[in-house]
């Protein structure tokens, strides 16, 4: 058999195991999804021509959310208020990659919780609940 000697060009790729979550000091060991993105409108201006003379930008909507088991959703509860998720103040989500060619860290500002409480049904193994946050924006960098 031939020995394959090309390298791994771009190295390891970012992987959802790479990914470590802390909210509110909590690391979320059972995060099973997180989501989180900008939009911004942009619009073409016209004036003389038939081509756009110039760009207008709306304002950036951030959003996001995430799905956590249950041991984590009482231990943020732990460190809110009465237990209320709604009632905590805005906090930074820091999402670091811990991938070994370079380790990235996004942050989400400013967050949220928009929603509380718990989804359970017969046969469920294993308790878990999506949550939505209302954030500022994210930092990249």
Known sequence: MPVNNTPLINGRAYDFAQIVVNVL?????????????????????????KY??????????????????????????????LGRLLDIPPFDIPITFLNANKVVTHTLKNCEFTND????????TQVQRSFDLVISHVEYR
């Open 25 to 49: 000091g909590v690391p979320l060991m059972g995060i099973s999804s997180v989501t989180y993105s900008e939009e911004q409108e942009k619009t073409n201006n016209y004036g003389a021509g």
């Open 52 to 81: 756009a003379v110039s760009r207008g930008h709306g304002a950036v909507e951030a959003s996001a959310s995430f799905d956590i088991h249950m041991n984590d959703i009482e231990a943020l509860r732990d460190a809110a208020p």
């Open 117 to 124: 409480g718990v989804e359970a049904s017969q046969g469920d």
